[in-house]
């Protein structure tokens, strides 16, 4: 290898390095655009840390369909899309990620903006955070797409998607998180963890799907939803 190419690799790695040390400081990756190799681990580390606190409280809504939803509290209030819970008072079935069958009862969906939710049978539950009313979400935020397509599936589990939300209005959220039928009603989560919105409309163009944001609910329902 000649000086000049060595100069050039060396600068590149130490690039590198800077790059990805300064993500990290600065907390950053919950909306910065990768330019660097270290910049998609961060990322990936972001992500690896999650997927197992948000896959134990995603499960499967069994109503007229199969669909997908989140478990929000300790008691078992799960926020879902309301073409999958239902008219209120519907009895549903719901399966937890063990494979567990709990039944449920729908409180009830908001048709204009899809939300819908559900009460699972007296027990405790494991359960998502949910991102504060006073945390709002910005273009750019990056997120993971949780859902059950195709139903409940034991060695495979809940399926994760990253994405970023690529638009918003003050009743949906848009995101470029690949989704496909049964993932209605599943979760959006931020990188921390924490829920940011559910499914709703899904679209075979990747850039086309569109979730309700957890305001809706919070207003639809204000004792209930945290």
Not at 154 to 175: C, F, M
Request: hydrophobic share 40%; charged share 20%; proline share 4%.
């Amino acid at each position: 290898m000649d000086l000049r190419a060595l100069v050039c690799l060396l600068a590149s790695s130490c690039l590198l390095a800077f790059s990805g040390t300064q993500l990290g400081a600065q907390g950053q990756v919950e909306t910065a655009t990768p330019e660097t190799a270290q910049d998609l681990q961060a990322i990936q580390k972001r992500v690896q840390k999650v997927i197992p606190v948000v896959k134990r409280a995603t499960v499967v809504v069994l109503g007229d369909g199969s669909g997908s939803g989140v478990i929000v509290s300790r008691s078992g209030l799960v926020l879902t899309a309301g073409h999958v819970c239902g008219k209120k008072d519907s009895s549903l079935m719901v399966v937890l990620p063990s494979g567990r069958l709990v039944r449920g009862v729908s409180l009830g969906f908001q048709a204009r903006a899809d939300a819908g939710l559900v009460q699972l049978e007296s027990g405790r539950y494991p359960f998502a955070r949910v991102r504060s009313a006073a945390d709002e979400v910005a273009v750019g935020t990056w997120c993971l797409a949780l859902g059950h397509p195709g139903g409940y599936d034991s060695d495979r589990g809940p399926i994760l998607r990253l994405g970023r939300v690529i638009s918003k209005s003050r009743n949906t959220i848009r995101s470029d998180c690949k989704l496909v039928g049964g993932d209605s009603g599943g979760p959006l989560f931020d990188l921390r963890g924490r829920l940011v919105a559910i499914h709703s409309r899904i679209s075979r163009a990747a850039d086309q799907n569109f979730h309700v944001p957890l305001e809706t609910f919070r207003v639809g329902w204000p004792d209930l939803v945290p």
